[in-house]
């Protein structure tokens, strides 16, 4: 399923719109971005769990967020994990010798950022996209 920019960005706006107005307990429960990936799911992440990824798992990735929405969004590469066939790893390259790295798990047409950051190479596992 391909979607063009133009549909893609009236799809985020609305997803984001109807889940950004859901009741929440905190603000940093409200979501930091939602983006459509070209896989045809949804990838959202909250800012309280960005906060985690960018202080204890991955602080490189601290100011990031632009990155891994492009990386998201218009990858070079998409590989399905080894270990979970619903988790998909989206690569852009960064520059001649690194890539950012985002890790998505697909719940149907929605998903959740598992975690991101910078890597050297592309991990094993099958080949998605592009086909």
């Given at each position: ?8 960005k ?11 107005t859901?009741?929440?307990k ?18 959202r992440v909250t800012?309280?769990y960005?906060e ?10 601290a ?7 492009e ?6 590469e ?8 619903n ?14 790295c ?6 149907g ?21 592009p086909k």
């Open positions: 399923m391909s979607i063009n920019s133009v549909n893609r009236k799809l985020e706006d609305r997803v984001y719109t109807k889940l950004s859901m009741p929440n905190h603000a940093k429960d409200e979501l930091l971005f939602v983006v459509m990936t070209p896989l045809g799911f949804y990838v800012h309280n960005w985690f990824i960018t202080s204890v798992k991955h602080p490189v990735m100011g990031c967020d632009r990155k891994v929405k990386t998201l969004t218009n990858p070079e998409i590989r399905r994990s080894k270990t979970d066939p988790v998909y790893l989206f690569y852009r390259s960064e520059d001649k010798t690194r890539w950012i985002a890790v998505a798990k697909q719940l047409r929605d998903g959740f950022l598992i975690t991101t950051y910078p890597t050297d190479s592309i991990k094993e596992g099958e080949h998605i996209w």
